[in-house]
């Protein structure tokens, strides 16, 4: 009795997975059309540290505005924004280094980078 319950269960439990798996082969299912004319407008641009830089090393936000960040790229110099990373521009462009391990703010200072 109990070999005849455990296959009436298995059946029970196979039946709908195969169901759901009895697409044929080869078929895939109705796909809606992408109409590219919306992309047509979009253009590459850089737009911060994690766009073209790759990865970050350190983050230090300014402790009297949470929306200034400071972010220190490995391949990439420091990137600023004022408002809360919507977006970035570079402060570190023209010095004779490239990649930064770290930033910090003073805490007395926060205008001192």
Same mark, same amino acid.
């Given at each position: 009795?109990?070999?005849? %319950?455990?296959?009436? &269960?298995? #059946?029970?439990? *196979?039946? $709908? +997975? ?19 004319? %919306?992309?047509?407008? &979009?253009? #590459?641009?850089? *737009?911060? $540290? +994690? ?63």
């Amino acid at each position: 009795m109990k070999k005849i %319950l455990l296959y009436l &269960l298995t #059946f029970a439990l *196979i039946i $709908p +997975a195969e169901s759901v798996f009895s697409q044929r082969r080869g078929q895939s299912p109705a796909k809606t059309p992408i109409d590219t004319k %919306l992309f047509n407008n &979009l253009k #590459f641009r850089n *737009i911060g $540290p +994690a766009f073209m830089s790759g990865r970050i090393s350190d983050l230090a936000i300014d402790p009297t505005n949470e929306n200034i960040w400071y972010v220190a790229v490995s391949s990439g110099g420091v990137w600023k924004t004022i408002n809360a990373g919507t977006t970035f521009t570079p402060v570190f462009d023209d010095q004779s280094v490239f990649a930064t391990g770290c930033v910090t703010i003073d805490p007395n200072n926060p205008h001192t980078i």
